[in-house]
């Protein structure tokens, strides 16, 4: 871990106070735990605590926070995605990949869609299949540019697609 004056500060941000992502590695990674802990003291949303002990690699007490947090909230996108990301950071990679591609089905031409091409993508990419995961974070960021979106995102799917686009020329 690092923080601001360790040269994260390029880093994109990872979504919550304190989390960054890795550029290298396209895993969020917390930056400042000061900042990440304060936030989830204010924080009454569970999903943000999935997150953060996702981000933590504690995959199975995220995944029993999770199945409380989806009983109470069945419907809710963010958690039906940690669902997924549970799987990533499991190592069970294929089967976070059909979920990914589920969610994709159902939320195409929504706003969410660029997300969930983007967590696609880092899936693909941490399991070794880069050209998909070029393919995915490509498709994320041209959702998210067409979308206008927040520029952090673009900047984060920029980051990631540039990351596998030079690991996919380093293979070949």
Known sequence: MGDISGGTIEWPDGGF???????????PEITSPEAC??????STDP??????LLVEGHAA??????????YKDPES?????????VLRVSHRHDRAVELFKQLLAEVHGTPNEALVHQYLGRTHFVSG?????????????????????DAALIYSSTVALQ????VLELAS
């Open 77 to 85: 996108f963010r958690l039906r995605a940690f669902e997924a990301e």
């Open 61 to 70: 007490d995220a995944a029993e926070l999770l199945a409380e947090a989806r």
């Open 129 to 149: 299949h880069v050209g998909a995961a070029v393919e995915s974070f490509a498709r994320a960021l041209d959702l998210r540019v067409a979308e206008s979106a």
């Open 47 to 52: 999903a943000d605590r999935v997150f953060v």
């Open 37 to 42: 802990a304060a936030a989830l003291e204010a």
């Open 17 to 27: 106070p304190g989390i960054r992502i890795n550029p290298e590695s396209l895993i």
């Open 163 to 166: 990351r596998a686009r030079d």
